[in-house]
């Protein structure tokens, strides 16, 4: 009693979508369906997405509320208090995994503050031409490395007093980008030739299931959509009181935080087959273009949103709110993600705000080289997203090694 805690469900709720929702909807989500679909759709992928969602995420997510709720502490210690301390060694894992996540997320989070100013500054761009060169620009300049610092600094003075901070945060930066998100999926429904889009995207293309990166993909992509292994959601779940759902919490979120992607996905979709359609080119084309927006695609959201926003008569003032809350919501998404290496600091001893600092200064050193060369943040992107599939098995053999029934048992019936 006395500890720190979430005032409401509600909050709690906000928070944990705060902590997922964010570039690995608007930014990630798109650019690999789109590198996963072929003249004949990208239905497959999203098959295998969802079913990953149920297989995979929930439960994990469910698991992460569960010892976190319970033990009220970071990973390494809720493992060594579950199953001893000879398994401490396996919580540094998701731990590794996190910080180095953090680490180009903050230069994703800076590119998305640039393109705020960006758009607040000059006219958006109505061509592919046009939009693709100022995202080579911005890769070209100094800005990355002083928009990845800024971040850092930011997210670490919002983390740095814990709760206290965290929740009023999201309770206003979640329901606002939710909003323009919204708002952005029905304006580009309409867009001509919008449903081309659509089509392409809910069409299967059967053969593509042979393929067994589009399954790793998936599962990596849901791992990263809903934030399943990376502890994230135990570290905030040490906040939370009893009487918060675990179950339930663990089911919503993710659920919301998909279909939070499959919007952003649809509302991309439609853009960029509105734009190139009109301009005669074929279904061929078109999916070729989904695929090369910069390397690996990283530049499809922050190319085709600027255009998609050009239509719309007050289209400057939703491009900077858009980008405005992007920024917002990544580094919703940032704290979290410093949250976890700090609360583990914080069970070894280290008081708050010189945690808060060695992690801050850690992350911005780890996150120059992303900052300087986008190939260097390709490479960690594709790397650590797959790692975090290694930290949810580490999660499912803590339950297993404690005991299913067991675990269910203290964790969720009694403890609840």
């Not at 800076?110 to 046009?130: K, M, Q, R, S, V």
């Not at 959509?225 to 979120?253: E, N, P, Q, W």
Request: proline content about 4%; aromatic content about 14%.
């Amino acid at each position: 009693e006395g500890e720190a805690t979430f005032s409401s469900s509600l909050g709690v709720m906000l928070s944990m979508l705060g902590a997922v929702v964010g570039t690995g909807n608007i930014w990630r989500f798109p650019r690999i369906i789109a590198s996963h679909a072929d003249e004949g759709g990208a239905l497959s992928f999203l098959m295998a997405w969802a079913f990953f969602l149920w297989m995979w995420s929930i439960p994990i997510i469910v698991i992460e509320y569960g010892i976190g709720r319970y033990t009220k502490k970071a990973v390494i210690e809720s493992i060594g208090t579950l199953i001893g301390p000879t398994y401490r060694f396996l919580g540094g894992f998701p731990l590794v995994v996190e910080f180095c996540i953090t680490s180009y997320y903050a230069v994703l989070l800076g590119w998305c503050g640039y393109y705020f100013i960006y758009t607040c500054a000059n006219p958006l761009p109505t061509e592919f031409a046009t939009s693709n060169s100022t995202f080579y620009d911005l890769q070209d300049s100094n800005w990355p490395v002083l928009c990845h610092a800024l971040a850092v600094i930011v997210a670490g003075l919002a983390v740095c007093f814990g709760v206290s901070t965290i929740e009023p945060v999201n309770n206003v930066i979640v329901p606002l980008l939710l909003l323009i998100i919204v708002f952005s999926f029905y304006w580009a429904l309409y867009l001509p030739f919008a449903s081309a889009g659509i089509t392409h995207m809910f069409h299967p293309s059967w053969k593509s299931l042979a393929n067994s990166k589009l399954w790793l993909d998936a599962l990596s992509q849901n791992a990263w959509d809903t934030g399943a292994g990376g502890c994230l959601f135990l570290t905030y779940a040490t906040y939370m009181k009893r009487t918060h759902g675990a179950v339930k919490l663990g089911s919503i979120t993710p659920i919301i935080n998909n279909i939070v992607s499959l919007l952003c996905g649809i509302l991309v979709f439609c853009t960029v087959f509105s734009v190139q359609q009109k301009e005669g080119n074929s279904i061929g084309n078109i999916v070729d273009l989904l695929k090369f927006n910069g390397p690996a695609n990283t530049g499809l959201t922050f190319i085709w949103m600027p255009i998609l926003y050009s239509t719309i008569k007050v289209g400057r003032f939703l491009a900077a709110s858009f980008f405005l809350c992007l920024s917002l919501a990544g580094l919703s998404s940032l704290i979290s993600f410093l949250e976890l290496s700090i609360h583990s600091l914080s069970d070894f001893g280290f008081r708050r705000v010189p945690a808060t600092i060695i992690v801050c200064t850690g992350v911005f050193l780890l996150g120059l080289g992303s900052a300087m060369d986008i190939n260097i943040l390709v490479n960690q992107d594709s790397v650590w997203g797959y790692a975090l599939i290694i930290s949810g098995c580490i999660l499912i053999f803590l339950v297993l090694r404690y005991g299913v029934l067991r675990f269910r048992q203290q964790f969720f019936n009694q403890f609840g």
